[in-house]
């Protein structure tokens, strides 16, 4: 008769320990990597306030909608008719887009009842799309050579590949470095490219060889009669790309241009109108109304206006130029300012408030110097720097500790500056910031850095606004800004700690329960 033999039942206890003591172990291990990581990344983000990703450049491909560039583009001029101008400035890169209002123009076209849906009667075919529409453009830096007029035509094709430029019905000159599409371009040269893996059918059951005034725009084969309510085509409020037809609805003129020949010359960009023949309200021309007085690319603030925001304030303000100074990035261009109360106003499309960087080193508490980083950059070899802080909240710089000046600081990188915290700061409040730059003092508005040029005119450089918080909890996620960050690395610090503590006591015990103690 065998027997099997079975271990001492210490000997079982102790491996039962240890099994539990291993999954322990593994859980706490991975609890401590977890809490590590997340204390690095606390670092990354607390140690620095104000880092902020800049924004992308358009891509001049004729999408607006399609590719995220309307959250780029700021609105610089609205037509007669509502049709808007949008720029975007990446120095020495500038971008524009006309965007055709949905009640003047579209992308719907065939000769069928259903563009009659869109607002087409008589309905409208592809063939008039092509040979008639275009849009007329003026960029100038001053005067004669440096000035352009030119029209861009919608669409036209070349060797099956269609584009929008000044051939076809386009004419004059463009600028240097010229870069040009549309919508309709788009449109027709990725459904060509995708055909016949496509939602629509284009060539209207006449295949690749089907004239053009047989095309069609998308459609539901099951309500071909309507485009109202389409992907991307609502009922009311704007047309915009839709994703299952891969089709940019609105009618879009996009261009760009090297503006290096502008060197200090101040910009401006007019567009006369935009033609449609024909048009949904029977008017041809869509207009941009003449300013009698034009305004060069333009930067403006967004604190509350208390502090000299609108123009009509003498708001703080700065004429965009190719050979500027500038803090972290370009500057994106406003008609006006964007007054708010978080300074976030003109940040609605591209974000240039990243030239100003407060560091978490210090606490900012009464009659502490702090760090600010300050980003720098330009062709000249120094720019000037002044900032204002409002420590006491009352809604201006009047205070004579509220500013700040730092001249002759090198371009190209990143400089740190002390600022002194007065004594009667409340420790914990928000401040409101106002930082300006300026090639030299002299292009103040007041011919040098002073407390008073937190308003008013100044011929080169950049504007940013602020609010920056100190409490214990304040995490603005716009800005990846935190409220008194030496509390919140003391708090991340401090688990981190406490989670190694524990695992190096676990690993102890365990290591005693293996050896049998």
């Known amino acids: 008769m065998s027997h099997k033999s079975h271990p001492p039942a210490h000997q079982s206890t102790m491996r039962k320990r240890n099994q539990r003591s291993s999954l322990k172990y593994r859980w706490l291990r991975l609890i401590t990597i977890i809490t590590m990581l997340f204390a690095a990344f606390s670092f990354a983000i607390f140690s620095l306030e104000g880092v902020v990703e800049a924004a992308s450049p358009p891509i001049v491909n004729g999408l607006f909608y399609g590719d995220g560039d309307n959250n780029n583009y700021a609105l610089y001029d609205t037509s007669e008719y509502g049709s808007g101008l949008y720029v975007y400035f990446e120095n020495p890169t500038i971008y524009v887009a006309l965007v055709v209002t949905r009640n003047v123009n579209d992308n719907v076209f065939g000769n069928r009842p259903y563009t009659q849906d869109a607002g087409w009667g008589p309905p409208r075919d592809a063939v008039q799309l092509v040979n008639s529409e275009y849009a007329s453009f003026n960029l100038r830096c001053s005067t004669a050579p440096m000035e352009w007029n030119w029209q861009q035509g919608y669409a036209r ?72 309510g389409l992907d991307g085509y609502p009922a009311t409020g704007p047309i915009v790309f839709s994703s299952v037809y891969n089709y940019e609805w609105p009618m879009v003129y996009e261009w760009s241009a090297d503006l290096t020949t502008c060197g200090s010359n101040g910009i401006f960009v007019l567009s006369g109108e935009s033609h449609h023949s024909p048009s949904k309200n029977d008017d041809e021309n869509d207009e941009f109304p003449p300013d009698p007085d034009p305004q060069p690319l333009t930067d403006y603030g967004d604190l509350p206006d208390t502090y000299s925001t609108l123009e009509a304030s003498n708001g703080a303000r700065h004429t965009i130029t190719i050979n500027g100074a500038y803090l972290g990035t370009n500057p994106d261009p406003e008609v006006d300012g964007q007054p708010s109360s978080d300074a976030t106003g003109d940040m609605a499309s591209a974000n240039d408030e990243d030239g100003v960087i407060r560091t978490g080193a210090t606490n900012w508490l009464p009659g502490n110097t702090v760090n600010l980083k300050l980003n720098v950059q330009g062709s000249t070899p ?12 009352d809604g201006d710089f009047s205070e004579a500790n509220e500013f700040y000046s730092f001249l002759d600081l090198p371009t190209g990188g990143t400089s740190t500056v002390d600022i002194l915290i007065p004594a009667n700061y409340p420790a914990g409040a928000p401040v409101n910031v106002r930082a300006r730059i300026f090639n030299d003092e002299a ?75």
């Open 443 to 517: 292009d103040a508005p007041g011919g040098s850095l002073d407390a008073g040029d937190y308003a008013g005119l100044g011929t080169t450089g950049e504007v940013e606004d602020h609010q920056w918080f100190f409490g214990p909890t304040a995490i603005t996620l716009l800005n990846v800004t935190a409220g008194n960050q030496d509390n919140a690395l003391i708090l991340v610090l401090g688990l981190t700690v406490i989670a190694l503590l524990v695992t190096t006591l676990h690993i102890g015990r365990r290591q005693e329960n293996m050896s049998g103690k």
């Open 382 to 393: 120094t720019a000037d720097v002044g900032i204002w802080l409002d420590w006491n909240g």
């Open 157 to 228: 094709e070349d060797a099956g590949v269609w584009y929008s430029d000044e051939g076809g019905q386009g004419s004059g000159t463009p600028p240097p470095g010229y870069n040009s599409s549309s919508s309709f371009a788009w449109n027709i040269n990725t459904y060509m490219a995708d055909y016949p893996s496509v939602a629509w059918d284009l060539y209207n059951g006449g295949g690749t060889s089907a004239p053009l005034g047989d095309w069609k725009s998308p459609f539901d084969p099951n309500s071909p009669d309507t485009v109202v």
